[in-house]
């Protein structure tokens, strides 16, 4: 009787270990949702818990047309990966306050983003240098950064560049 019960004891443990490492994504997305859509109480406080502090400097994106000014979040510790966010049209650009607090609250959530100023998006100027960019600057972060260690990094657009960012992605340079 007492090995059934040894026996039943090391089923529910296992069983409780294997959902926690089944629902481990879903929790960490989910705190990331819950912070990313600045919700308080109780649930921001438990969400906060798998966030990591970011620190924040300027960068210097080299591309055919000269230095591009550029902004690291990085998560304290290591990250599992990395990431270029590319602001939507607006005039404040890679300093425009939402964008902002969606690259720290990515970046809270071990991923390391990289948005780059890209001086079309500011200044209204629909051209297809904005791709150019987008896709020089995701080079760059995979290649020749040393964020991307797997060398492979995600492509993110706010609004009318999150379709650039996808036809940057359907690139031969950034194919892999």
């Not at 970046?107 to 240098?129: G, K, M, N």
Request: aromatic content about 4%.
């Amino acid at each position: 009787m007492r090995a059934r019960r040894v026996a039943a004891l090391l089923f529910v443990l296992v069983a409780i270990a294997c959902a926690a490492l089944i629902a481990r994504p879903y929790a960490h997305g989910l705190a990331f949702v819950v912070r990313a859509a600045e919700i308080d109480g109780r649930l921001r406080r438990i969400a906060d818990l798998d966030a990591v502090p970011v620190r924040t400097r300027e960068v210097s994106i080299p591309t055919a047309r000269g230095p591009m000014r550029g902004r690291v979040y990085e998560p304290e510790g290591s990250h599992r990966r990395a990431a270029l966010l590319t602001s939507g049209l607006h005039a404040s650009g890679i300093d425009e306050p939402r964008l902002v607090r969606l690259a720290q609250q990515i970046a809270a959530s071990h991923v390391l983003v990289v948005t780059p100023d890209i001086p079309e998006l500011a200044q209204f100027d629909i051209s297809p240098a904005i791709t150019d960019a987008i896709e020089q600057a995701g080079v760059w972060l995979a290649d020749e950064s040393g964020f991307a260690g797997d060398h492979k990094v995600a492509l993110m657009g706010i609004s009318f560049s999150g379709g650039l960012s996808i036809v940057a992605a359907g690139r031969p340079s950034l194919a892999n």
